[in-house]
């Protein structure tokens, strides 16, 4: 792995993961309120958001800073451990 890509938290995150992962831990009604977008408000849904953040190059940067905010925050190390629950039972 070259030292760019090393450095590089998103580095083989898709906007379908970062997205997902963003949506079980705060929901859209929260994701709206950090980023005020109509995908989030009016009937959100995973596919019409990557549509809409695939079109939309200032809001696609605002979500992938606020992914970046959430791995690197306090919160991240235990939604990690939940989603590790999840998957063993």
């Known amino acids: ?4 890509h ?3 938290p998103l580095h083989g ?12 831990f705060y929901g859209f009604e929260e994701l709206a309120l950090y980023i005020n977008i109509n995908c989030f408000k009016t009937n959100p849904s995973i596919k019409s ?13 605002k979500v992938e800073q606020l992914y970046l ?3 690197q925050g306090e919160d991240y ?5 939940k989603m590790t629950k999840l ?3």
């Open 87 to 89: 998957m063993r039972t």
């Open 49 to 61: 958001s990557l549509v809409f953040l695939r079109k939309t190059p200032w809001a696609r940067q």
């Open 13 to 24: 995150k898709t906007l379908e993961i970062i997205l997902t992962e963003m949506v079980e």
């Open 1 to 4: 792995m070259n030292q760019m």
């Open 69 to 71: 905010n959430f791995i």
């Open 6 to 8: 090393k450095n590089n």
């Open 77 to 81: 190390p235990k939604y990690l451990e």
